[in-house]
């Protein structure tokens, strides 16, 4: 298995763009998370889906993050408009029902808005 | 307010010696506890959890220790090597939380000095 798949590994963008980042959990998970990592803070959840639906989305920090997932092996996270304090990385993880809390990150997409 | 504690940033053991990484909880009601393991650039990966009915769970070098009356689990690595040097994040789970995701600490930094 390939395991989770986050595209881009990195994005420089300018403050007041859009951005989206993009998630493929590993195939038969049902549970996809995506966390927030950065120095101050450490890792945060920022909202998790269980067979698609969002379940939790109260670690989103405000209404300019929203999170979709169109299927079983797809999500996004958006940033829009994006600030410098959205500067982080930012992982998406996937596990099992009945494994929920054993989670499979990928390797993270370093978000740098200037 | 954290729920989860990790209060050293940083630790650095000589190569061969034992490292000992500490956690400190808030919530009375985690029931089961799990460390991850970052290298730089990539997500964390699980290493070794410890269910709350338990006070020791023993995986090769690694042996995490669960002291519920002090709210304080340790991981303890033995002997420690270079390839260790990561950052190692502790992990919690509310009992009867149904399958509500894990809180984090904000890590330690370990360092295997050759």
């Known amino acids: 298995d390939a395991g989770v798949i986050q595209s881009p590994r990195h994005e420089v963008t300018e403050m007041g763009q859009e951005v989206t980042l993009r998630c493929k959990p590993i195939?038969?998970?049902?549970?996809l998370f995506w966390y927030r990592q950065t120095m101050m803070r450490g890792l945060e959840l920022l909202i998790y889906?269980?067979?698609?639906?969002?379940?939790?989305d109260s670690g989103m920090p405000e209404d300019r993050f929203s999170a979709k997932m169109p299927n079983a092996s797809f999500s996004t996270l958006k940033i829009q408009p994006s600030e410098p304090r959205d500067s982080a990385v930012y992982f998406c993880a996937s596990s099992l029902a009945h494994r929920v809390y054993e989670q499979y990150f990928g390797p993270g997409t370093r978000l740098t808005v200037t | 307010d954290q729920q989860v504690k990790q209060n050293s940033p940083s630790l650095s053991v000589q190569e061969g010696r034992i490292s000992i990484l500490n956690c400190d909880y808030t919530n009375s009601m985690f029931d089961y506890f799990l460390w991850y393991k970052k290298y730089p650039a990539e997500g964390p990966t699980f290493l070794i959890s410890?269910?709350?009915?338990?006070d020791k769970n023993e995986d090769g070098r690694f042996t995490v220790f669960l002291n519920k009356s002090a709210k304080h689990l340790s991981l303890h690595i033995v002997p420690s090597q270079p390839g260790d040097s990561a950052v190692y994040f502790c992990a919690a789970k509310a009992f009867n939380s149904g399958n509500t995701p894990l809180v984090f600490g904000k890590g330690t930094r370990l360092s295997v000095i050759a």
């Open positions: 410890i269910s709350s009915i338990k």
């Open positions: 195939s038969g998970h049902d549970y």
């Open positions: 889906f269980n067979n698609n639906v969002p379940i939790d």
